[in-house]
């Protein structure tokens, strides 16, 4: 449809209708008429959004779905296909609205930010776990390759507490800034 002017006031009920047509809604002066005596619609002058409102409230779309059987135009087709795939994007976008406010999702880039973390954690563990655990391991195990279950031990409950570290809601920093961060394959 052309470009309508959305700051033109229509102060007749013929310009009126015009726009109504235009817009898609079946609409005729005794109908308004009729309405703007039951307060269904003020008095002129109208903008266009005062205009839409009341037809998205009170008026029929031109073209309706027609019964099975009962062959469509191809233009009424397209704009009964575009008036469904615009209220279905509606639709999705309040539903993703309502899911973000609920907190039930979040922004990729925070998801990214608190894997990267917890990759850093787990590197962290990685490299300096021998170090931490070193006495413990030399301690437990004495020289005597017969204790080597006294060092898994060790391991098992060193990694049992880096675990617990990252089920935790606690923030974690980064100390790389993030265009700069090694990849997974890194």
């Given amino acids: 449809m052309d470009e309508i002017d959305e700051n033109i006031q229509y102060t007749s009920v013929a310009a009126a209708i015009r726009y109504l047509h235009h817009q898609g809604w079946r609409a005729s002066g005794k109908t308004l008429y009729r309405h ?10 109208w903008s266009a959004a005062d205009l839409d409102k009341y037809a998205a409230e009170y008026l029929r779309p031109i073209v309706r779905e027609q019964p099975k059987g009962k062959k469509i135009s191809g233009a009424a087709a397209e704009l009964i296909q575009a008036r469904r795939e615009k209220l279905r994007i509606e639709t999705e976008l309040k539903e993703y609205e309502l899911e973000l406010k609920k907190g039930n999702l979040i922004e990729v880039t925070e998801h990214t930010r608190l894997v990267c973390a917890k990759l850093y954690l787990i590197r962290d563990f990685s490299f300096n776990w021998i170090r931490e655990y070193a006495v413990e391991i030399i301690s437990a195990c004495k020289g005597d390759q017969g204790r080597s279950a006294d060092v898994v031990e060790i391991y098992q409950k060193s990694i049992e507490k880096y675990l617990a570290r990252m089920d935790t809601d606690a923030e974690f920093p980064i100390l790389q800034p993030a265009d700069q961060q090694p990849t997974i394959l890194d």
């Fill in 36 to 45: 703007i005596s039951q307060s269904k619609i003020n008095s002129k002058p």
